[in-house]
């Protein structure tokens, strides 16, 4: 009996090194992949970083067409036609020859 003891308390403490080290290895490798900043969390993230990409191109592009109009009417030589659009728009006014084709507040042409 007391052989049987022997040899199962150096069987434990041979095996507990390994056991306890694949355990370790096993909680990294998991937390590395499923984990708040593994791999899988980092696919979700590269995709938001693609769409704020996306949309920081979208407000690029509208405000550099409203500094585009806003020059247009900035300084000695003023486009016209720039300011005619803007005054009308902000007046709400046609002329006589002109037609005006009302569409819904949601159905904006452009």
Known sequence: MQRVKRALGRAVRLLAAPVVLS???AFFLWHASH???GLIAREARVIE???ARL???RAT???EAAERRVNALR???IDQDQLEERARAL???TQRDEIV???LPGQRVF
């Open 23 to 25: 355990a370790l290895t």
């Open 35 to 37: 984990g708040e900043r």
């Open 49 to 51: 970083i693609a769409e």
């Open 55 to 57: 949309e920081l191109a």
């Open 61 to 63: 592009e509208e405000r």
């Open 75 to 77: 300084g000695d030589m």
């Open 91 to 93: 007046l709400n006014l």
């Open 101 to 103: 084709i009302p569409y």
